[in-house]
């Protein structure tokens, strides 16, 4: 299923996808390694959703810096990332404290 169909169904309004290529239709090209990112995107979203992508970005705070800035004023972060007993998936696993203290 089109994870856009769920979010649709749970409320949420327009709905974008980031990616470094369109290859899988994202509508926002871009690398979450690039400080910068942030000020070509915009401070736009009221929910960030980042499902699986952070483990497999090279600079991680660069990454956490980029959701952060283009997550509106008082929206919310959501991050689904594998954290124990998945050697070989991505460059790192990540200890949901990170998250939770950032």
């Known amino acids: 299923m089109d994870p856009r169909f769920v979010l649709l169904a749970l409320g949420f309004g327009k709905i974008h ?54 997550c509106e004023l008082g929206g919310e972060i959501i991050h689904a990332a594998p954290t124990n007993n998945w050697p070989n998936h991505g460059f790192y696993q990540l200890s949901p404290t990170l998250f939770y203290d950032y």
């Open 17 to 70: 996808a980031l990616d470094i290529s369109d290859h899988d239709g994202a509508d926002l090209i871009g690398d979450l390694n690039d400080l910068e990112l942030h000020s070509k995107i915009g401070r736009q979203f009221g929910t960030v959703i980042e499902i699986g992508t952070i483990e497999h970005v090279f600079h991680v705070p660069n990454a956490l810096w980029n959701l952060v800035q283009m």
